[in-house]
């Protein structure tokens, strides 16, 4: 069984800089597993930051980026506000239609 | 704007079936892909699986014998049936509608404000 694998938590200054990652139990992570970043505030529904890796999805602030790091995706906030204080998700495509979510990472900013 | 719309029970008896429906306003569920997914309390999001127009579908792997997705484009509406179900199923469900440009599906742009579900006798 494929598991995506992600921090659980992480601790950011206002104004900071974090980097997550989403990686696989087994094998590399790249471009075309299309990593999907949400975010989630208590309560709500997720919504999307970064999908296809790289790209913005709209009305999604520039301070937010994707990429490939190494074996893993990574979602970038720079410049962190308090707002940004929530649940992120990276989704995975791994194949035969099937997609899957990583445990998710707890973002603090103080 | 584009409206998804999670119903169905709220509280379903351990062994029985959970039965929900994903209402769309604001766009045809022609030519889509639609998901389910859900949120145990405290816990992450767990893709149930995916259903195009048409009808076809893919299931999360650790669900697929328990799962049933459907579409019904007279009603401009998809549903969701997991059968057999226990505590562990409590959760929020989630319905989402996937951005895709040509054969490739890249996220799920919109999404239902989701609906609660409690398993317990």
């Known amino acids: 069984q494929i598991v995506v694998t992600q921090e659980p938590s992480f601790s950011v200054s206002p104004g900071g800089t974090v980097t997550l990652t989403c990686g696989l139990s087994?094998?590399?992570?790249?471009?075309?597993?299309?990593p999907n970043w949400y975010q989630q505030t208590p309560g709500q529904a997720p919504r999307t930051l970064i999908y296809n890796t790289n790209t913005r999805s709209s009305g999604v602030p520039g301070r937010f980026s994707g990429s490939i790091l190494g074996n893993k995706a990574a979602l970038t906030i720079t410049g962190a506000q308090a707002d940004d204080e929530s649940d992120y998700y990276c989704m995975l495509y791994i194949g035969s239609g099937i997609r899957v979510f990583g445990g998710g990472t707890k973002v603090t900013v103080l | 704007q584009v409206q998804l719309q999670e119903s169905g029970p709220g509280l379903v008896k351990p062994s029985e079936t959970l039965s929900l429906t994903c209402s769309v306003s604001g766009d045809s569920i022609s030519n889509q892909y639609w998901s389910w997914i859900r949120q145990p309390p405290g816990k992450g999001l767990e893709w149930i699986g995916y259903i195009y127009y048409s009808g076809s579908t893919n299931y999360n792997p650790s669900l697929k014998s328990r799962v049933i997705m459907s579409v019904d484009t007279s009603k401009n509406q998809f549903s969701l049936k997991l059968n057999s179900v226990i505590a562990a199923d409590t959760a929020v469900y989630y319905c989402?509608?996937?951005?895709?440009?040509?054969?490739?599906?890249?996220?799920?742009?919109?999404w239902g404000k989701g609906t609660t579900v409690t398993v317990s006798s």
């Open positions: 989402a509608r996937w951005f895709c440009s040509g054969p490739t599906c890249y996220y799920m742009d919109v």
């Open positions: 087994s094998g590399s992570v790249s471009s075309g597993h299309y």
